[in-house]
Each structure stands twice: as structure tokens, then as C-alpha cells.
């Protein structure tokens, strides 16, 4: 499989928004996209005008990067998402925040997505009562993630309680940080996804 080897800060500079791919420390000084708000490379500053396509790409890539999936895994999503009922951009971003990673990083258990897939693949969380180790997996309304206790004294998961303090809970899930337990309350909807995008230019650039 694919995989991104370079510096994760040219990622945010390159789509001009913070990606949250290194978690905390997007909030803090160090954070690159602070420091060097242009894009990466030689001719970054340089100002450039911005064609209906290139528009479109970087939405895509941008959302691409936030979830951390590979381009073959998200065309298989728009697929999914245009043949659904509904609005296809909203069943595409729907469909991404319900992935299990996802859910782990909402509920405060990993710093960054990225973190959350390593943890989930490691198999320290259990699901309805069953080990899970697949990232990707998408949850439904009612179920429930939550650690073991064998793995509850792991340092990045004990903070749970304080990461959602600061970051905040979305509605949709409940969180009971003494048991270690997440619930999904219901299924995301659009107006939970407070990130800033535009689905609206990656369903044009699919349907070209």
C-alpha cells in the first residue's frame, strides 16, 4: 500500500488549512502552517491564478488528507456516495466521519487521526463487545467503542477526558471517560462536520 513519507506539515501549507494531522501540536507555535502560511517549495509565495479544475483537486485533496485515505479508497467512497439516496456530497463526508478511526479521534482517544488508525489496527479497542483492528470499518447508531481494561493505563488514552475538554464532543457520540466507553448516539449529519469544506467542487471533479 501507498504511503506518505514525507514531511506531514507540507501537507497543511500545501492545501493552505490546518489538516490536524499532528494533532495537538497544530495548536501550538510550532505549527508550520502558522509559521510558513504559503505553499511548500521554491515558488510557494509566488502568486498564481487558480483554474475551475485546480479548485476542485485541492478540495478533494484536502479532504483526502483530513481522513488520511488513499485515492483509490476514496473514489470508492464517492462511488458509494453517488449511487446512495440523498445529496452525494453529503453521503461522501457522512461516510468518512463514520470510519472507526474517525470515531476513536472524535471521542479524544488519539491525538490525530493518524495516531487513532495505528491504535485501532493494534487492537486496543473492542467494538459491540468484539476486538476490532480495521480502520476503515464504518459504524452504525448504537454501537459502542470502548478500551479494555488491559490497555486502559496507555498514557495517550488515559487523556482522553482532558482531549475532549479542549477539542469538544460532537453531539452524535456520548462519551463515558471513567469506563472508557464511546457510544454512537446517532449517525453524523452534515451540520456536525464544523471542518471547513466545499463537497459541493469534489462532486464537480468527479462528474467531469
Same mark, same amino acid.
Given at each position: 500500500?501507498?504511503?506518505?513519507?514525507?514531511? @506531514?506539515?507540507?501537507?497543511?501549507?500545501?492545501? %493552505?488549512?490546518?489538516?490536524?494531522?499532528? !494533532?495537538?501540536?497544530? $495548536? #501550538?507555535?510550532?505549527?508550520?502552517?502558522?509559521?510558513?502560511?504559503?505553499?511548500?517549495?521554491?515558488?510557494?509565495?509566488?502568486? /498564481?491564478?487558480?483554474?475551475? +479544475?485546480?479548485?476542485?483537486?485541492?478540495?478533494?485533496?484536502?479532504?483526502?488528507?483530513?481522513?488520511?485515505?488513499?485515492?483509490?479508497?476514496?473514489? &470508492? +467512497?464517492?462511488? @458509494?456516495?453517488? /449511487?446512495? @439516496?440523498?445529496?452525494? %456530497?453529503? &453521503?461522501?463526508?457522512? =461516510?468518512?466521519?463514520?470510519?472507526?478511526?474517525?470515531?476513536?479521534?472524535?471521542?479524544?482517544?488519539?491525538?490525530?487521526?493518524?495516531?487513532?488508525?495505528?491504535?485501532?489496527? $493494534? !487492537?486496543?479497542?473492542?467494538? &459491540?463487545?468484539? /476486538?476490532? #483492528?480495521?480502520? =476503515? *470499518?464504518?459504524?452504525?447508531? %448504537?454501537?459502542?467503542?470502548?478500551?479494555?481494561?488491559? $490497555?486502559?493505563?496507555?498514557?495517550?488514552?488515559?487523556?482522553?477526558?482532558?482531549?475532549?475538554?479542549?477539542?469538544?464532543?460532537?453531539?452524535?457520540?456520548?462519551?463515558?471517560? #471513567?469506563?472508557?466507553? !464511546?457510544?454512537?448516539?446517532?449517525?453524523?449529519?452534515?451540520?456536525?462536520?464544523?471542518?471547513?469544506? &466545499?463537497?459541493? *467542487?469534489?462532486?464537480?471533479? +468527479?462528474?467531469?
Amino acid at each position: 500500500m501507498a504511503k506518505y513519507n514525507d514531511s @506531514k506539515c507540507r501537507l497543511c501549507r500545501r492545501e %493552505g488549512v490546518k489538516l490536524m494531522i499532528k !494533532g495537538d501540536r497544530c $495548536h #501550538t507555535a510550532k505549527c508550520a502552517a502558522e509559521r510558513r502560511p504559503y505553499a511548500p517549495g521554491q515558488h510557494g509565495h509566488a502568486r /498564481k491564478k487558480i483554474s475551475d +479544475y485546480a479548485l476542485q483537486l485541492r478540495e478533494k485533496q484536502k479532504v483526502r488528507r483530513i481522513y488520511g485515505v488513499l485515492e483509490q479508497q476514496f473514489h &470508492n +467512497y464517492f462511488v @458509494k456516495a453517488d /449511487k446512495a @439516496k440523498g445529496i452525494t %456530497g453529503h &453521503n461522501l463526508l457522512i =461516510s468518512l466521519e463514520r470510519r472507526l478511526d474517525n470515531v476513536v479521534y472524535r471521542l479524544g482517544f488519539a491525538s490525530s487521526r493518524q495516531q487513532a488508525r495505528q491504535l485501532v489496527r $493494534h !487492537g486496543l479497542f473492542i467494538m &459491540n463487545g468484539r /476486538k476490532v #483492528t480495521i480502520p =476503515s *470499518l464504518l459504524i452504525k447508531a %448504537g454501537d459502542v467503542v470502548e478500551v479494555p481494561e488491559k $490497555h486502559r493505563k496507555i498514557a495517550v488514552l488515559t487523556e482522553a477526558a482532558q482531549v475532549i475538554a479542549r477539542r469538544g464532543l460532537p453531539g452524535w457520540l456520548e462519551m463515558d471517560g #471513567t469506563a472508557f466507553r !464511546g457510544t454512537v448516539r446517532a449517525l453524523p449529519q452534515r451540520e456536525d462536520i464544523q471542518t471547513p469544506i &466545499n463537497e459541493d *467542487l469534489i462532486v464537480e471533479l +468527479y462528474s467531469k
